[in-house]
């Protein structure tokens, strides 16, 4: 405990804090997307393929332009907050829909949003480690990831049954409070910068 205070700051912890109630959001909802596809609109499994298909081939043209530029050309200490809130709104926007072409259309923008905000994070939390600390932080940063996958899991799984969009409305508010403590995050790194 007292090896983690001397590394762990105030903007790394509200970091962890962000990424671990993303993930949680993210595995919520990519735990029962595949099962509600399959239980609200009867599509086969091949289908949940041809999405996946779909959403591989944008997520990596988002990540080869939109991300990289980010990284290079912007501090991702601020940028990395309207990704977070594009996944918040994309999320949300599920929630309105109930047929098949709009919750397909937004949930492969949730998607491209998804996989911009991950190696985001990842960066910020590297640079904000050192020599002597990176392996802890990194290994702080796997363990965040852990323990969003496992609740994300549980809870999902608990509440499907009680309503089908139940895990998908844990997931806009995890990542609604994720962008919140992400906003306080860039908050706090303003006020060190001056």
């Avoid at 911009?116 to 600390?133: F, G, I, V």
Wanted: proline letters at 3%; hydrophobic letters at 50%; glycine letters at 6%.
């Amino acid at each position: 405990l007292k090896q983690r205070k001397q590394w762990i700051c105030c903007l790394l912890a509200f970091l962890f804090l962000s990424y671990g109630l993303s993930n949680l959001g993210y595995i919520a909802f990519e735990q029962c997307f595949n099962y509600y596809i399959k239980d609200q609109f009867g599509l086969s499994s091949a289908y949940n393929g041809i999405f996946k298909a779909l959403i591989a081939v944008v997520t990596l043209i988002a990540n080869a332009s939109i991300c990289v530029w980010l990284q290079r050309k912007t501090d991702t200490n601020l940028s990395f907050l309207p990704v977070m809130a594009c996944c918040t709104l994309s999320l949300g926007a599920i929630l309105f829909f109930d047929s098949l072409v709009p919750f397909v259309i937004v949930d492969v923008l949730f998607f491209t949003f998804n996989a911009m905000r991950l190696p985001l994070l990842q960066n910020m939390c590297a640079m904000r480690s050192s020599a002597e600390n990176s392996n802890q932080v990194m290994g702080f940063y796997q363990a965040m990831t852990s323990m969003g996958g496992i609740f994300g899991a549980l809870f999902a799984g608990l509440i499907y049954d009680a309503n089908p969009m139940l895990p998908f409305i844990l997931a806009a508010i995890a990542f609604g409070a994720a962008t919140f403590i992400g906003a306080v995050y860039v908050g706090k790194y303003k006020n060190s910068k001056n």
